[in-house]
């Protein structure tokens, strides 16, 4: 069986990357888009583009019989999802097939299975994979779920059956505290994935996220390529992955590898897959199966030397896996960072707005996987990744160095991003000695801190910001003039605090006007556009606004109630008049695929409410107004 023509039902970086691959092997490319991108890096790249008409932009890359229907009258062989979307729809899968084409994914029948955690579960169990201890039943009743939550202990993680990414899942600390984690868990999930179901489970308090990549072919081979760390993440959303491991000892990865290949044949499996465990100390347990392509999987590539998008398209083809276990080698470390648009100092909330500037550093052994660029805008309506920065090196502690230098030489200009968080996770000692656990961010046991701009930044900022190479004594920038030295003044914002001094350049160094005189650091890098500075150090990020750029604040109350970003209000808890406490959740709102709660920062009284249920609204929006 031949393809020569592949429809990618998705869009974006990974989009890119299986035009690059489709490229590669001289197979014909055909990209979806909704309206708003018509112009967007994937449209460019394939070999033909078609616009999905929806209700939404997110509606077009869910829209099968549109996306069956362009394949069909093109001429399609074969259709790949990519990651998220339609990806793990089994009816997606069934459909594709009934219409005469390839879906470069995994068979119908695991779909189904592996598309529910309580089936996935009981599957597991009866192969003899270690399960985590929990409740994976069909009852669903409120009061019964509490019940089962209680014979299994607190802390207890609530899970979407059908989830994902981090949607429909709730910590619970308490009995207490489980039915509102529960109604708000079953909400996300109905809304990402059209399924309320959720399972039950012992929530392991320091637990390390640890997947195994899998591949099987249509004529029974099983085998995996090694394993991935991928414990650091936030909002259960991975933000670092690294591959291999080097937290758990030879023998428990061996029997990691067993357990995958095992759980693989169970299911009758073919294609790409992920079997994903926690791992505490030398325990690990089975959490569930990824029947896709991971976001993570260039990790597995760089360190075995493969294309897993060339071994999904020669397995749907039919063909048999292109290495034999015995065949494929680990070779060196990689590491993998995520760039999201989000505020990482502020919740993780996601950010948008147009990119003003976008400049990545590339390098040798080192990939760049992105679908956006310069004066492309990030919306509300997708995924808030902008790109991911892939290096590998001989070993671990070259890597972490490789991955810094080159996030540190990445610059991103117009919405807020993760990319002094990142330098800042992977620069720490908790990193560094494999500390790291899949809650140490969420609990805050890891606290990346926004770095304090003392006066070394300060005169680094002020000597590299305002380079002038005239040869005129008169035009230069070191404060003289025939009257005397002056000091010239500066002002920024620096995360919503104004910075203004009085200053002048002398060679190396910068004087202040209280006589302090403060050497520069020569190491440092800055970019700057028109509106802001960001100047790299140590592997610490500073972002300045600049004073006359800076947007003016809105005109509320401290306590008030503002929305951080665009989104949906989904529930309005209180009523006017009423009496709320601090940290009391007052609404609850949606934005980019998240449940955002909104709490009251102080002790108050409601005196108006501005919004209702279901509005939408813009970020920055005045929603409840308290007194105090």
């Known amino acids: 069986m031949t393809i020569k023509k592949i429809l990618i039902a998705n869009r974006g970086e990974i989009a890119c990357r299986i035009m690059q691959t489709c490229t590669k092997l001289g197979i014909k490319t055909v990209a979806i888009y909704a309206q708003i991108e018509v112009n967007a890096m994937h449209v460019q790249m394939a070999d033909e583009a078609f616009v999905v008409n929806a209700q939404s932009p997110t509606a077009s890359y869910l829209d099968a019989d549109s996306i069956i229907k362009i394949a069909k009258e093109n001429n399609v062989d074969a259709i790949h999802p990519g990651y998220g979307f339609l990806s793990e729809r089994a009816e997606f899968a069934q459909k594709i097939a009934q219409a005469g084409m390839i879906f470069i994914g995994a068979p119908i029948e695991a779909l189904e299975l592996m598309g529910s955690k309580a089936a996935a579960k009981k599957s597991m169990i009866a192969a003899g994979v270690p399960c985590v201890p929990g409740f994976h039943g069909d009852e669903q009743e409120v009061e019964f779920l509490q019940a089962r939550a209680d014979e299994v202990g607190y802390p207890l993680l609530i899970k979407a059956s059908a989830g994902g990414g981090g949607k429909g899942m709730k910590i619970v600390n308490q009995s207490s505290e489980f039915t509102e984690a529960l109604l708000s868990a079953k909400r996300e999930a109905i809304k990402s994935f059209g399924n309320d179901h959720v399972i039950l489970e012992r929530f392991i308090t320091k637990p390390k996220h640890i997947e195994v990549q899998v591949f099987a072919d249509s004529q029974g081979n099983v085998v995996h390529l090694f394993e991935r760390d991928c414990s650091s993440q936030r909002r259960y959303q991975k933000i670092v992955e690294e591959a291999p491991s080097t937290c758990i000892n030879q023998d428990t990865k061996n029997k990691m590898y067993d357990a995958a ?136 502690e070259q890597c972490i160095e490789k991955v810094l230098y080159h996030l540190d030489n990445t610059f991103i200009i117009g919405v807020k991003t993760n990319l002094g968080f990142l330098s800042g996770l992977i620069d720490s000692t908790e990193f560094r000695k494999n500390s790291v656990f899949t809650n140490s961010l969420d609990n805050g046991q890891l606290k990346i801190e926004i770095p304090k701009a003392d006066n070394k930044v300060i005169a680094t900022l002020i000597a590299k910001s305002n380079v002038n190479t005239a040869l005129s004594a008169w035009s230069g920038n070191d404060g003289w003039s025939n009257s005397g030295f002056y000091f010239s003044t500066y002002a920024w914002i620096y995360h919503e605090q104004e910075i203004q001094v009085k200053a002048r350049i002398n060679g190396s160094k910068v004087i202040f006007d209280n006589g302090n005189s403060i050497e520069i650091d020569g190491t440092a890098t800055i970019h700057q556009s028109q509106s802001q500075l960001q100047l790299v150090s140590q592997h610490k990020r500073y972002i300045f606004n600049k004073a006359n750029h800076q947007t003016e604040a809105s005109n509320v109350n401290k306590g008030d109630i503002v929305s951080p970003m665009p989104g949906k209000i989904l529930q309005i808890k209180v009523k006017v008049g009423d009496k709320v406490k601090a940290d009391q959740t007052l609404a609850v709102m949606e934005a980019m695929k998240m449940e955002l709660t909104l709490k009251a920062s102080v002790d108050a009284i409601v005196e108006e409410i501005l919004v209702a249920e279901n509005d939408i609204i813009a970020a920055e929006s005045l929603l409840i107004k308290l007194t105090s």
């Open 261 to 396: 290949v095992a759980a693989t044949k169970a299911v009758d499996y073919q294609g790409a897959g992920t079997i994903e465990f926690i791992v505490e100390g030398d325990e690990f347990f089975f959490m569930e199966m990824n029947t896709r392509l991971q976001v993570e999987h260039r990790v597995t590539e760089m360190i075995t030397g493969t294309d897993l998008v060339e071994w999904q398209i020669h397995v749907a083809a039919g063909k048999q896996l292109p290495l034999k276990q015995d065949e494929i080698k680990c070779n060196g470390h990689a590491i993998q960072a995520r760039i999201y648009a989000e505020d990482s100092f502020n919740g993780f909330l996601p950010a948008t707005g147009l990119l003003e500037d976008v400049q990545f550093c590339e390098g040798q052994n080192v990939i760049i996987d992105t679908g956006i660029e310069k004066n492309n805008n990030i919306s509300i309506h997708f995924d808030p990744m902008i790109a991911k920065t892939v290096c590998w090196a001989n070993n671990r």
